[in-house]
Antibody
Framework: QVQLVESGGGVVQPGRSLRLSCAAS????????LHWVRQAPGKGLEWVAL????????YYADSVKGRFTISRDNSKNTFYLQMNSLRADDTAVYYC?????????????WGQGTMVTVSS | DIQMIQSPSSLSASVGDRVTITCRAS??????LAWYQQKPGKAPKLLLYGTSRLQGGVPSRFSGSGSGTEYTLTISSLQPEDLATYYC??????????FGGGTKVEIK
């Protein structure tokens, strides 16, 4: 069964750090680009970051550039989102997702989401 | 950045109605458009990509069309299980990938 499972969400104070993980199964992990997408409470979807299939290319939304880092470990079928200098407006459900086809950035598989709350 | 404007932001329709949602891009996205359905409390689900290509397992009452800057999602005969919010997404220009603001579909 093709699936992605996120973990690592929680409540964190402003300025602190958190690392999200996304474990994959059921597909050839090393051949797909992977993404993080977030959704603030009651709001729409916002793409956050992309890492290429081989980990050599990363892209970020302007809202997180310089604070968030996406990475992957193809030996563990897992990818990550390191979130530093967290702010209240980073509060959201964070979804991990995979490319439909390598290089075609539509998302065919999504995780269940993990909630990140930034609050003092 | 390419902006995606969806309309309407919400609609209410009866079972069996034909429903149309529009997504307008701020520049030509050359059919690099996907549509997602998100039910309350759930992750989004891919419905269509490449403007009109139906993802596996998606009912044929969903269809997509368009070109250039204007795209449409049509539900030919609305069903109770179609209660959801629908989002368009362009993947022509990265970064960033951008979503429309969403259309909430309610059943009368």
């Amino acid at each position: 069964q093709v699936q992605l499972v996120e973990s690592g969400g929680g409540v964190v104070q402003p300025g602190r750090s958190l690392r999200l993980s996304c474990a994959a199964s059921g597909f050839t992990f090393s051949t797909y680009g992977l993404h993080w997408v977030r959704q603030a409470p009651g709001k729409g979807l916002e793409w956050v970051a992309l890492i290429s299939y081989n980990g050599r290319t990363e892209y970020y939304a302007d809202s997180v550039k310089g604070r968030f880092t996406i990475s992957r470990d193809n030996s563990k079928n897992t990818f990550y989102l390191q979130m530093n200098s967290l702010r209240a407006d980073d509060t959201a459900v964070y979804y991990c997702a995979k490319d439909l086809v390598r290089g075609l950035y539509a998302f065919d598989i999504w995780g269940q989401g993990t909630m990140v709350t930034v609050s003092s | 950045d390419i902006q995606m404007i969806q309309s309407p932001s919400s609609l209410s329709a009866s079972v069996g109605d034909r429903v149309t949602i529009t997504c307008r891009a701020s520049q030509d996205i050359s059919n690099s458009l996907a549509w997602y359905q998100q039910k309350p409390g759930k992750a989004p689900k891919l419905l269509l990509y490449g403007t009109s290509r139906l993802q596996g397992g998606v009912p044929s009452r969903f269809s997509g069309s368009g070109s250039g800057t204007e795209y449409t999602l049509t539900i030919s005969s609305l069903q109770p299980e179609d209660l959801a919010t629908y989002y368009c997404q362009q993947y022509h220009s990265t970064p960033p990938l951008t979503f429309g603001g969403g259309t909430k579909v309610e059943i009368k």
